[in-house]
């Protein structure tokens, strides 16, 4: 089975485990359809749609041509991946560092990582993680009144 | 109504809302310049900024960025030949080559001057439309827009590029998530399995900068690499005679209203956008032309239908928008977004009890495109240089931005979590070739869809009402026809000797 099927397969089995939650959900007396009515609807749906993805890709030859136009496609997932890392690590560190260490870390570590990490490059990833942290910091709490995240390691 | 719009522009020009739509339209400019930088990212980016704001200013200054983003594609589409956003792709057909041949100046305003004359005579359009438009919403009830809204998801999900299945399953899976959290009727939780988290279900606008600004750069970093080749500004010539310029646009009013219209119309088509707009306008001009060999060789012609198409685009984006509540685009859908945050539901009664707001809008709008115009004028080749921004500096902050933006919303790290999850949903949904447009539109009328369907089944529990009531049943057969159509096309593309064409 191609791809496309083992998503089908894997959107129906998620689909057909929410239904079976749909009896968690309480009626309600006053009205005529209970709040289970809509997500039972879309779930029917989804099932649907999904069984139909599947036979769709059982019934045809999709799979070949997805993998003939992947193949001719040229990517890199380097940079995604360490983005992706640095990103999560980000977010990860935002509620303990604060707002302001987290993004300089992250801004010039990333800056750096995904140029060429040169050692003479570091001390200008430095200035522009700092720099980005700071003049944010300073317009959005300062001059907007959006309050950013304070760190829970911090003092 | 004329008093109202003499009102609305003097309210636009007051200097605190003037400035805040000048920097939006800069900022846009900018956004749109940069490949790799969408529209829709440079409304992400400029959203915080907008949350301590009035609702006017903050969604003037945000129509200064879509049209400010809209025209800033231009500039690298021509001068160096990759566009700044989607919506440029055909200026490049004409404009680069056009440049290339010793004419950078006049490739360059051919598209500002078209930009503006198409964006304009698309707002005299959104002025009656949005207006007429919301008082026949009006007479909806709740099966009208139930059908509408179903309509919408279908021709969305059937119509977009790729399979129908994956169309609609990306749709009904937006459609899905809304129902996580408390039912918009009775407040009774559903799907939130003890989370306290998921008892509020997932806020919107993370939702969207999740799945347009986060998995847009993980792609451009797979596909563009982190570095850009420099261009020297100092290369290109900008000086044009205008006059010459304007009299070639002029001297062709069809090509000009034609392609106005397309793009008005592709705006007003739900979850579109402007990227259709310019190829379609381009390939009707190409069509229509008593020379359509010399299209690609640098012809103002195509320029302008580009270039007039994509801002036309947005004032049909807008009608949509205001008059039904339904976004026209995905900038459209951050602005809905940015308006339900400062407690305005756009819609029908939007123009009615938002008056001040709604025709503020429609002011913007115009203000927009002459403030885009002078400040390109004298910017231009500041814009040169900031294309050359290279992506490793770049993805870094606009990610600061994605996480600002959505924390900022309630103060609240859920909403970066849930920016998280679905940036890498979106991110995987566009390498298994799940379109994002369905499912962003699902989010946006999952709830309004539900409560549609409940009150119609509440006032009579007849179902066939969806049929039989005239609106409501025409707007059914339309969803239904959109799909068949859609199937046809899929099986005709299917046929052999066509999937190599």
């Known amino acids: 089975m191609s791809r496309d099927g083992w998503i089908g397969l894997g959107l129906l089995l998620f689909s057909g485990w929410l239904y079976t939650h749909l009896d968690d959900i309480p009626a309600n007396p006053l ?35 997805d993998q003939a136009s992947r193949a001719r496609r040229v990517e890199s997932y380097r940079p995604t991946l360490v983005a992706f890392s640095g990103f999560f690590l980000y977010v990860l560190l935002l509620p303990k560092l604060g707002y302001f260490f987290s993004t300089a870390l992250f801004v010039s570590s990333l800056q750096w990582v995904l140029g060429r990490p040169r050692w003479r490059r570091l001390p200008g990833s430095l200035l522009l993680g700092t720099g980005t942290a700071l ?21 | 109504m004329v008093e109202i719009i003499s009102q609305s522009l003097a309210s636009i020009l007051e200097p605190r809302i003037f400035f805040s739509m000048v920097a939006g339209a800069l900022a846009g400019l900018i956004g749109g310049a940069i490949p790799g930088v969408t529209i829709t990212m440079t ?11 009035d609702p006017l200013q903050g969604i003037a200054t945000m129509i200064g960025v879509y049209i ?26 004409d404009g680069h080559p056009m440049a290339k041949k010793g004419e950078p100046g006049r490739a360059v305003w051919t598209g500002i001057w078209a930009s503006l004359l198409g964006g304009l005579l698309a707002g005299i359009a959104l002025v009656v439309g949005a207006t007429q438009l919301a008082r026949l919403a009006l007479s909806f009830g709740p099966w009208e827009y139930f059908s509408l809204f179903v309509l919408t998801l279908s021709v969305v999900g059937a119509l977009t590029e790729g399979s129908i299945i994956k169309g609609l399953l990306s749709g009904t899976l937006g459609l899905l998530v809304t129902t996580i959290g408390t039912d918009p009727l009775m407040s009774i939780p559903r799907f939130t399995f003890g989370l306290e988290f998921l008892h509020t279900g997932f806020a919107f606008l993370p939702i969207l900068i999740g799945l347009f600004a986060f998995s847009q750069l993980m792609q451009d970093l797979e596909t563009r690499g ?22 070639d646009i002029l001297s062709q009013p069809f090509n000009l209203i034609w392609s106005t219209l397309v793009g008005l119309w592709i705006g007003i088509l739900p979850a579109v956008g402007g990227s259709a707009a310019n190829i379609l306008a381009y390939d009707q001009a190409k069509k229509f032309s008593k020379h359509p060999e010399k299209f690609g060789t640098g012809i103002s012609d195509g320029i302008i239908a580009s270039e007039a198409s994509n801002n036309a685009n947005v004032g049909g984006s807008l009608i949509t928008m205001m008059a039904f509540g339904i976004p026209g685009d995905a900038v459209t859908a951050v602005m ?32 927009a495109h002459l403030v885009t115009v002078v400040i390109e004028a004298g910017c231009l080749r ?5 294309v050359t921004v290279p992506l490793h500096t770049l993805v870094p902050i606009v990610l600061v931005f994605c996480v600002v933006g959505s924390y900022a919303l309630n103060n609240i790290m859920e909403n970066v979590y849930t920016l998280l999850i679905f940036g890498v949903l979106g991110y995987f949904m566009v390498k298994t070739g799940f379109p994002l447009a369905p499912m962003v539109l699902g989010v946006i009328l999952g709830d309004q869809i539900e409560v549609n369907l409940i009150r119609s089944i509440m006032t009579d529990s ?24 859609a199937i046809y096309q899929e099986q005709r593309s299917r046929k052999p000797g066509r999937a190599s064409a």
């Open chain 2, 68 to 93: 400010g983003g809209e025209s800033g594609g231009l500039v690298s589409a021509s001068l160096i030949g990759i566009p700044g956003t989607p919506s440029a792709i055909a200026t490049t057909f």
């Open chain 2, 462 to 485: 007849n179902l066939w009402l969806f049929l039989t009531r005239p609106i409501s049943g025409t707007l059914l057969v339309l969803a239904f026809a959109s799909f068949v159509l």
């Open chain 2, 336 to 367: 809905l977004g940015a308006l339900i945050i400062h407690g305005i539901q756009p819609g029908p009664l939007f123009v009615i009890t938002n008056v001040k707001v709604a025709y503020g809008m429609l002011a913007a709008y115009f203000i």
């Open chain 2, 226 to 247: 982190t570095r850009v080749e420099t261009q020297s500004s100092a290369d290109f010539d900008l000086s044009v005679s205008h006059l010459q310029v304007l009299k």
């Open chain 2, 43 to 53: 409304v992400i980016l400029v959203l915080p900024f907008t949350f301590g704001m």
């Open chain 1, 135 to 155: 003049i944010t910091y300073t317009v959005f709490e300062r001059y907007l009144h959006v309050f950013l995240p304070r760190g829970s390691w911090l003092p």
């Open chain 2, 382 to 386: 500041f814009f040169i240089k900031v």
């Open chain 1, 31 to 65: 009205v005529p359809v209970g709040p289970s009515f809509y997500p039972r609807c879309l779930l029917l749906l989804t099932i649907g749609l999904s069984l139909a993805l599947v036979l769709q890709q059982l019934l045809t030859a999709r799979a070949e041509k």
